[in-house]
């Protein structure tokens, strides 16, 4: 019930703050001068911007099974795989939340995520190769971080954020478009004094508009996606230990720094991994170093 109502109170928002942009600008009168709809345009930019988001949310889980061919912990068969989904049982039971699948996948990067369209709907997968180079308590930080991340709701909230961005990136890349148009090609009315239509400014102002404001949108999500690391990390030093969280970190920073394999075969998931190997604005994972210290000096 939470969910639907933040749901329906960011779409309510996002028409709110459209609104008063647009009319505060007097974009609406030119917007219709030029033959658009400024309505039909601000509920397009809605359902085009939430569709996306959503619809990746919600086959989120059926994505990554495919996409990492996961093998999902039905009934264990070793004592590996028991381990696991005993660890995993627990921790979400302290977490306070049902619990999620638990799989394992091939691959010799040593990494683990949380996806899933909700927690009733949770999958918690691990890499062959995190179980290879990590101890049992550190592979315990590990899976904690995921659970975490599945307690706070953040595959939720970022497909909220990313909804919101993409309905101003399509909303304002479309203007933007229109006043592309309108300086390359002037004011084309008919004998009514109305716009007879846009042209190619339109098309290719709205497309670069949109890239552009694509890439300033996936900032945003970035710089969220970093502050969610550290309250995921935070999290499950409360869940299994502190020493076993900084003892994961720890143990990634040292296979990172032996120039560890990475595997990216789909970057959508990038965000909830445990780890990933980029530095810079775009990343969706802070400095490792910086989320030790964050842990360490937690009172």
């Not at 639907?4 to 109170?9: H, P, V």
């Not at 190769?129 to 930080?141: A, F, I, K």
């Not at 949108?217 to 996606?225: D, K």
């Amino acid at each position: 019930m939470k969910r639907i109502t933040l749901f329906a109170l960011t779409n309510i928002a996002v028409l709110v703050v459209i609104s008063i942009v647009v009319r505060a600008l007097g974009l609406d009168r030119w917007i219709g001068a030029h033959g658009v709809s400024y309505t039909g345009l601000m509920v397009m930019s809605l359902v085009i911007g939430f569709t996306g988001s959503l619809f990746s949310l919600l086959i989120s889980k059926w994505m990554a099974i495919r996409a990492y061919s996961i093998e999902l912990i039905k009934t264990p068969s070793n004592s590996t795989e028991q381990w696991l989904v005993q660890t995993v049982r627990e921790q979400s039971e302290r977490a306070g939340i049902p619990m999620p699948d638990v799989g394992v996948y091939d691959s010799p990067e040593a990494n683990a995520f949380a996806t899933g369209r909700s927690r009733n709907s949770a999958l918690v997968a691990v890499s062959s190769g995190l179980l290879q180079q990590m101890r049992q308590r550190e592979v315990e930080g590990v899976l904690a971080h995921e659970v975490a991340h599945i307690a706070n709701g953040d595959m939720v909230t970022m497909t909220l954020l990313q909804g919101i961005l993409n309905t101003f990136v399509i909303f304002f890349s479309r203007v933007i478009g229109l006043l592309v148009d309108s300086f390359l090609q002037g004011n084309r009315r008919d004998g009514e004094g109305r716009s007879s239509g846009t042209g190619i400014g339109f098309f290719i102002g709205s497309l670069v508009a949109q890239i552009f404001l694509g890439l300033l949108a996936s900032l945003i999500v970035m710089a969220y996606s970093r502050r969610r690391e550290f309250a995921a990390d935070a999290m499950a030093a409360r869940i299994e230990g502190r020493d076993a969280m900084v003892g994961a970190l720890q143990r990634l920073k040292v296979i990172h720094e032996g120039g560890g394999v990475l595997d990216d075969r789909s970057a959508s998931l990038a965000a909830f991994k445990i780890s990933h190997n980029y530095g810079n604005w775009f990343s969706s994972h802070p400095p490792l170093d910086d989320r030790i210290r964050a842990l360490q000096q937690a009172v």
